[in-house]
T-cell receptor, first 114, second 111 residues
């Protein structure tokens, strides 16, 4: 595709439910990143996938958060037992190389936990 | 502690003027800085990258400076237009680290 796509664009869920957010990176990009952006805040790094290497999970805020990347392409971010403080915009980005390369962002998934 | 800070207050300027946005950082030694533009409801879009050994970088009406002594980057938009209204994010790449983003500064250009 022409750019990074994410789905759903909006998600409303009840506290305690699990949610899955999907990211389709730009074809051929080896690196994929997940960020969280809360209202008025900067982008908070969550997790980074690079090729077949083990992902860098150092930004995940708790063990309720997990992500996987299948076949080096599509990625899914899962939040278990959602809490109200998980409400934010979740952004996915991809790049041709590592963090030193330009990142291309998707439109984000707006998550609201009631 | 490590911090990257941008003006939290929105910047309001008149069309045709030069907009200047500031990005300050502490306790980082970035190899480079990037500037992104973010429109409401959209993901950030890359604008410019400046490396630690570069003082200034230009692209059309955009100019970025990088002062590693002051630990500051300035982002200028000359001959600003209402279409330039957006939030501008700076991000620094720390050696061996990740891309760290500031919280962004909202720019509003009035006709």
């Amino acid at each position: 595709g022409a750019g990074v796509s994410q789905s759903p664009s909006n998600k409303v869920t009840e506290k305690g439910k699990d949610v899955e957010l999907r990211c389709d990176p730009i074809s051929g990009h080896t690196a994929l990143y997940w960020y969280r952006q809360s209202l008025g805040q900067g982008l908070e790094f969550l997790i980074y996938f690079q090729g077949n290497s083990a992902p860098d999970k150092s930004g995940l805020p708790s063990d309720r958060f997990s992500a996987e990347r299948t076949g080096g392409s599509v990625s899914t971010l899962t939040i278990q037992r959602t809490q109200q403080e998980d409400s934010a915009v979740y952004l996915c980005a991809s790049s041709q190389g590592d963090f030193q390369e330009t990142q291309y962002f998707g439109p984000g998934t707006r998550l609201l936990v009631l | 502690s490590q911090k990257i800070e941008q003006n939290s207050e929105a910047l309001n300027i008149q069309e045709g003027k030069t907009a200047t946005l500031t990005c300050n950082y502490t306790n980082y030694s970035p190899a480079y800085l990037q500037w992104y533009r973010q429109d409401p409801g959209r993901g950030p879009v890359f604008l410019l990258l400046i490396r630690e050994n570069e003082k200034e970088k230009r692209k059309e009406r955009l100019k970025v400076t990088f002062d590693t002594t002051l630990k500051q980057s300035l982002f200028h938009i000359t001959a600003s237009q209402p279409a330039d209204s957006a939030t501008y994010l700076c991000a620094l790449y720390n050696q061996g680290g990740k891309l760290i983003f500031g919280q962004g500064t909202e720019l509003s250009v009035k006709p």
